[in-house]
């Protein structure tokens, strides 16, 4: 079965760290880009960060920038997002996607990593609550 499993979300105190899980399922993960997403309520879903595929290049939103880093563990079908200095802003749902599904080859970010349109498949996402 082709999907993506988020875990490790939860409620952390300000300035404190999480590490989120993005375990994939059903593909070639060594071939997709991946990126994670988060939705605070009645806001839009932006993308934070994304990993390429093959050469370990990895992007960041400048609103997380410095506090987040993407990891991805090919031979585990994993991409984790270890979050350090958590901010009250944080607080949202967080969900991984893969670019890359359907094409052959080695998938990079590019420059169209910001849009959702260019993801294949998504998790369901994992509720991360910073409070004060």
């Known amino acids: 079965q082709v999907q993506l499993v988020e875990s490790g979300g939860g409620l952390v105190q300000s300035g404190g760290s999480l590490t989120l899980s993005c375990a994939a399922s059903g593909f070639t993960f060594e071939w997709v880009a991946v990126s994670w997403f988060r939705q605070a309520p009645g806001k839009e879903r932006q993308v934070i960060s994304c990993?390429?595929?093959?050469?370990?290049?990895?992007f960041y939103s400048d609103s997380v920038s410095g506090r987040f880093t993407i990891l991805r563990d090919d031979s585990q079908r994993a991409v984790y997002l270890q979050m350090n200095n958590l901010k009250l802003e944080d607080s949202a749902v967080y969900y991984c996607a893969i670019m890359g599904f359907y094409t052959k080859g080695i998938a990079k970010c590019g420059d169209r990593y910001h849009d959702e349109n260019e993801y294949d498949i998504w998790g369901r996402g994992t509720q991360v609550t910073v409070s004060s």
């Open positions: 990993s390429n595929a093959g050469d370990g290049g990895a």
